[in-house]
């Protein structure tokens, strides 16, 4: 699985969790594939919030959204993802149905800044929360980088320890690849 299909992959498995009107995170912006794809799966009613800490991401990410005239449906947060629960109460968001990480660093961006395993595991508790029953969260883990191995290990133990009435848990990975990305996803369940 080359991250071309993992991406496509990625965005089936969210699909089953977005409907016209719904609420997305796009918790990293990058290059604006899932802003973009969130965008279009929410529909006219819905929303989608990105973040991202530096703003050349954002910059992609709104001049792809311009060219397809979806920008309305975008907020661009110029924050680490580790912020998305306050920002969000500030507009009164309590609950959202999707939520989208591609960790590492931005492509043919620079490659010392990249995420870090104390934001992301802020983020992802604070997306759990966040997440409506049957509700999807996604991390798409790159481990061919500095600190990368280390923060996808953290991801995996933060989502291994969750209770499973509440969330159903799995981790995608090529196993004959080395440093191959992977994919773990969250389900909220629809009782919780």
Do not use: W
């Not at 006219?44 to 703003?55: K, R, S």
């Not at 995996?156 to 690849?177: K, V, W």
Request: aromatic letters at 6%; proline letters at 4%; glycine letters at 8%.
């Amino acid at each position: 699985m080359n991250v071309a299909s993992i991406l496509s992959f990625t965005h089936t498995l969210v699909k089953d969790s977005l409907f016209p009107g719904a609420i997305a995170i796009d918790a990293t912006a990058g290059n604006g594939h899932d802003t973009l794809f969130l965008a279009q799966t929410v529909g006219a009613e819905g929303h989608v919030f990105t973040y991202d800490i530096q703003a050349q991401a954002l910059e992609i990410t709104h001049r792809r959204l311009q060219e397809v005239n979806l920008a309305d449906r975008v907020s661009l947060i110029h924050r680490g993802h580790h912020h998305m629960a306050e920002s969000l109460t500030e507009v009164n968001v309590t609950q959202v149905h999707a939520i989208m990480f591609n960790l590492g660093y931005l492509p043919k961006g620079d490659p010392g800044v990249t995420t870090l395993p104390v934001t992301t595991l802020s983020a992802i508790q604070q997306s759990l929360d966040l997440l409506a029953p049957g509700g999807t969260l996604t991390l798409v883990l790159y481990t061919g980088h500095p600190g990368g191995n280390e923060e996808a290990t953290a991801v995996l133990h933060q989502l291994e320890s969750l209770d499973a009435r509440c969330f159903d848990t799995a981790h995608y990975q090529l196993l004959n690849r080395n440093q191959a990305p992977s994919l773990a996803i969250v389900r909220k369940k629809e009782h919780c």
